[in-house]
Nanobody
Framework: QVKLVESGGGLVQAGDSLRLSCVASGRTISSYAMGWFRQAPGKERDLVATIDWSGTKTYYADFVKGRFTISRDNAKNTVYLQMNSLKPEDTAVYYC??????????????????WGKGTQVTVSS
């Protein structure tokens, strides 16, 4: 099974940028779709963005369109989430997820079968 470790979270001010990284180990993720989700306290886990195995097809939640960019470097077994123009409402734990065995993107969290432990992003106003 793929092991995923997120990094890059932190405390920033509104308008700042952060880049999250998700490094996979255990097996290559180059053939699998990947996603970033987030969960704020007391709320459900929501999809932020997803990317197919090749990096050519992506999908973004409406609340991050134009601000966040998902990308991947299959040679490094790593997926990224570039977050610009951060807002206080972006505050959440951000999770990386993998669709092991599946190359195409998906928006439902239960279609992802490997998860990282998350990284906290806090945006102050």
């Amino acid at each position: 099974q793929v092991k995923l470790v997120e990094s890059g979270g932190g405390l920033v001010q509104a308008g700042d940028s952060l880049r999250l990284s998700c490094v996979a180990s255990g097996r290559t993720i180059s053939s699998y779709a990947m996603g970033w989700f987030r969960q704020a306290p007391g709320k459900e886990r929501d999809l932020v963005a997803t990317i197919d195995w090749s990096g050519t097809k992506t999908y973004y939640a409406d609340f991050v369109k134009g601000r966040f960019t998902i990308s991947r470097d299959n040679a490094k077994n790593t997926v990224y989430l570039q977050m610009n123009s951060l807002k206080p409402e972006d505050t959440a734990v951000y999770y990386c997820a993998c669709r092991e065995g599946v190359a195409s993107i998906a928006t439902m969290s239960d279609l992802y079968n490997s998860w990282g432990k998350g990284t906290q992003v806090t945006v102050s106003s």
